[in-house]
């Protein structure tokens, strides 16, 4: 299973939990690269934060007002435009 289904199945694990208002898991995605096809923003479902985030990377100004709305030890999952090659390896 590739990492985009793996945090699917943790958004719907936690979409339907009540309790505090933080959330546990804190997704960034580039724009592009939303399954949703969401523009640029802030999307909460249950206690999982989306992040559409324009750019190379996300935002640190950004990044610490959502961190704000973030459990202490919240999962942070950032997703790339980029597809990271295995490691080779090398002869030993």
Do not use: F, K, S
Not at 32 to 45: A, E, H, L, Q
Not at 49 to 67: I, K, N, S
Request: proline residues 10%.
């Amino acid at each position: 299973m590739n990492i985009r289904g793996r945090v699917a199945r943790l958004r719907a694990g936690l979409a339907g939990r009540g309790g505090d208002d933080l959330a546990h898991i804190v997704v960034w995605v580039p724009a592009g690269g939303d399954p949703d096809g969401r523009p640029p923003g802030v999307y909460r479902t249950g206690g999982v934060l989306d992040v559409v985030y324009e750019g190379d990377g996300p935002d640190p100004v950004l990044r610490t007002r959502v961190m704000e709305q973030a459990a202490p030890a919240a999962l942070e999952i950032v997703l790339g435009r980029e597809v990271v090659a295995a490691p080779t390896e090398e002869p030993a």
